[in-house]
């Protein structure tokens, strides 16, 4: 029995769109005054397995008479190029035109439709016949190389372009034979390694058969046999077939024929002697098994019983499916190791998977090494056609051209996507680090400034931007000024954002200690008096007490803060108990900037001990003054208390320091 398992979506994008891929839609094809003549029959380009990606864009078909569109055409057209991810819409407005019977309406729909989606072979095939209907014959052939150049390993269109030609073309011209010929080569180079071409060797046996020529026949079903393919035992019995019932004098050159009539007489002998001493009997001449290509039968297990789906669409592959083209591509890597194989094989994963992104990175990595270019082409496909709203294929593609030293087209690549999917910050910081990298500061704070000039109606955005900018103008730049005065803005605009007020206190508390003293407590002072969580002020107010005691000037201001940071506890009451012991918030939470930066956090309490604050002086002690407890007394039973936690208060400030300059690095 089989397993069903839920379907495996492709990976999300990152626009609220279909899953579908494909690129942009062209405007509408404008309106020919008059129909031209049919163009001369094109040659028929070579076959690659690669498609040529120039090619994938459909020219425009001539207009015929038929001026008015149909009346619901402009909203099925409107209803496809607002959602243009979502197939159904396009499906519909396809089936209408066909409906119909409307050529101007229709090869529109087609042209827009397969510029997105040049996968669907069945297309294909009605744009080529609704060229022959309507007697452009001509045209018919474009469309037919135009699809075959986007889908070479695609079987069915092959059928269906020979088809058109022998159905076509003046089979009593000499140069139409050579044309088909040529064609049926072309076909079986780019998709006769396919499991599922039977088909195609079949149809070209069958023609050479027709065409009298029973040695090219011959030489035919000889390769065939070389091709592990679904019906590969059936093309081994025509083939016995087709020897028993021709001379061989028919079916070989006159040198071979010579070549083996002088080994059947040398043999002869031999063979007789032989067959005299041979105890057991054999079998009947011609039933022998069929001695099938290496790998045939693991080809039949990958191809018959998990790829249900060989073709392209929109819908879900299930993880059995996604499973097995990864173990096959992995068998064919390991165990065939037969470069021109294993590409067809890709090629073949990248129509049934087109719209996962794990597939098109795996054949990046096979081609890289091997050739610079092919890999490149393979990325523009994937991201100029497929997955043209997937921000991460497109990063990886700026990643490989800014390693292999092409900057412009890394910039080129992010720019793009960025014009693609407006206001995905992490887009935009890739364009920051790739100016950076290559030694552009200034490039890389005009992106940085622009923005956070544009986000401005984003607070949460428009503070992310503020602290990159400021570490940038800060670490690189060695302008403190400048990063102030943005961090300065951003919390104009953000007054509670904890993470603005906390990168401003750690760039005054970088610089110079006596005159930075006023500014490390006018921080403190501005985030207290912000809009911010209790816990976080705590934080705040034993940073600023931190900072006095390990650079205040006199004994006086640090007791001045103390006594404002135990006024701070008393106010907060019980939601400061509840913070201090991590009742309300996680600390791991706090401790934590979204950008990976980090605020230093006060050890932990086990919960089995009795909790006492280090900022709490101890009870005064029985018989002693009251207020000397208190003052100068008490606080040095909080110093000592405090002095030893020192240590561990200094490693989580040099922490915090230290991942805020790996995040610039």
Not at 152 to 166: A, E, G, K, Q, R
Not at 325 to 331: F, I, R, T, V
Not at 409 to 436: I, M, N, S, T
Not at 490 to 511: Q, R, T, W
Request: charge should be negative; include cysteine.
């Amino acid at each position: 029995m089989e397993i069903i398992e839920d379907p495996a979506p492709p990976p999300t994008e990152t626009s609220e769109m279909s899953e579908n891929g494909g690129g942009s839609i062209p405007p509408e094809v404008p309106e020919a005054p008059e129909a031209p003549e049919v163009p001369e029959v094109p040659e028929v380009p070579e076959a690659s397995v690669v498609p040529n990606p120039a090619s994938f864009s459909v020219p425009p078909a001539a207009e015929d008479e038929e001026g008015e569109l149909p009346v619901d055409f402009e909203r099925l057209w409107k209803a496809a190029h607002d959602n243009p991810q979502d197939f159904t819409s396009w499906t519909d407005l396809l089936q209408y035109c066909e409906q119909e019977s409307h050529i101007t309406a229709s090869r529109r729909a087609l042209v827009a439709f397969l510029v997105r989606y040049p996968l669907c072979y069945g297309y294909w095939k009605k744009f080529a016949d609704l060229e022959r209907r309507a007697g452009y014959n001509g045209k018919a052939e474009e469309v037919c190389v135009q699809g075959l150049q986007s889908i070479p390993l695609s079987v069915d269109l092959w059928i269906h372009y020979i088809n058109l030609l022998l159905g076509t073309l003046d089979m009593n011209l000499p140069e139409s034979p050579r044309r088909i010929r040529s064609v049926f080569e072309d076909a079986v180079a780019a998709a006769g390694l396919d499991f599922h071409s039977d088909r195609l060797w079949d149809l070209y046996v069958e023609w050479e058969k027709e065409q009298g020529d029973m040695r090219a026949a011959t030489a035919v079903l000889d390769r065939v046999l070389m091709v592990p393919t679904q019906l590969y035992n059936t093309h081994y019995d025509k083939f016995k077939t087709h020897l028993n019932s021709h001379t061989p004098k028919e079916l070989l050159s006159p040198e071979e024929y010579e070549e083996l009539r002088a080994l059947c007489r040398q043999s002869q002998k031999a063979e007789r002697a032989e067959q005299a001493q041979e105890e057991e009997e054999e079998r009947p001449p011609g039933e022998e098994e069929p001695a099938t290509p290496e790998g045939t039968d693991t080809v039949s297990n990958f191809s018959l019983l998990h790829i249900k789906r060989p073709y392209f669409h929109v819908k879900p592959l299930d993880r059995i499916q996604l499973r097995a083209w990864h173990s096959y591509l992995d068998w064919e890597i390991a165990v065939a190791r037969d470069d021109h194989r294993v590409r067809i094989l890709f090629e073949r994963c990248l129509i049934a998977c087109a719209l996962y992104e794990e597939f098109w990175t795996r054949y990046v990595q096979y081609l890289e090494p091997q050739s610079l270019e092919e890999a490149r082409a393979v990325y523009k496909r994937a991201c100029e056609i497929h997955l043209t709203h997937k921000h991460t294929i497109h990063m990886q593609w700026a990643t490989f051209e800014e390693r292999h030293g092409d900057l412009a087209e890394a910039r080129r690549v992010l720019e793009a996507l960025e014009k693609r999917l407006p206001g995905l910050a992490v887009v935009r910081l890739r364009r920051a680090g790739l100016e950076r990298r290559a030694g552009r500061l200034d490039e890389s704070e005009a992106l940085l400034r622009q923005a956070v000039a544009e986000s401005k109606e984003k607070p949460s955005l428009h503070a992310f931007y503020s602290i990159k900018l400021a570490r940038l103008l800060l670490k690189l730049g060695k302008n403190p000024g400048k990063a102030r005065g943005v961090l300065q803005e951003a919390l104009e605009i953000s007054p509670d954002n904890g993470k603005v007020h906390m990168n401003l206190l750690e760039l005054e508390a970088a610089g110079d200690p006596r005159p930075s003293a006023e500014a490390v407590q006018e921080c403190v002072t501005r985030a207290l008096a912000a809009p911010l969580s209790p816990r976080t002020k705590i934080l705040f107010s034993q940073r600023g007490l931190q900072y006095a005691e390990d650079y205040g000037n006199s004994i006086q201001s640090v007791l001045s803060i103390y006594e404002e940071h135990q006024k701070l506890l008393k106010e907060l009451g019980g939601k400061k108990r509840g913070a201090e012991n991590g009742d309300n918030e996680d600390p791991e939470k706090l401790s934590k900037d979204d950008d990976g930066s980090a605020v230093a956090m006060p050890p932990q309490v086990p919960p089995n001990m009795p909790h006492v604050p280090i900022t709490t002086p101890p009870p005064p002690v029985m018989g002693s003054d009251m207020s000397t407890q208190a003052g100068y007394g008490g606080y040095s039973s909080w110093y000592q208390v405090q002095d030893r936690n020192h240590h561990t208060l200094c490693q989580l400030c040099h922490q915090t320091f230290q991942k805020i300059q790996e995040t610039l690095l």
